[in-house]
């Protein structure tokens, strides 16, 4: 796990794709590898709030508003 913190403050959801992408390349994170951790039914969703923590467990930290932002962005049928 890479403890490198990316703090972003209640920004603009284009900005947050750009950080995380920064990020993730950078510290060659393996994002998709969280994800699936959240997923653990192995339906190909998450939550708004397993997004959170998978975002929390790599390294990368958001506001609750920040994460809801991403999570719009993604959501099909009430799940991210």
Known sequence: ?????????????????KEIR???LRNR???GEYLKEQDRLRQG????AQLGRALSRCGI???DTEVDS?????????QV
Do not use: E, H, N, Y
Not at 1 to 17: A, E, G, H, K
């Open 29 to 31: 994170v393996a994002l």
């Open 45 to 48: 969703f998450v939550t708004r």
């Open 1 to 17: 796990c890479v403890c490198v913190c990316v703090c972003v403050q209640d920004r603009p959801v284009d900005i947050l794709l």
């Open 61 to 63: 930290r958001m506001s």
């Open 70 to 78: 991403l999570a719009d962005l993604f959501t099909l049928k009430g």
């Open 22 to 24: 920064t990020f993730v």
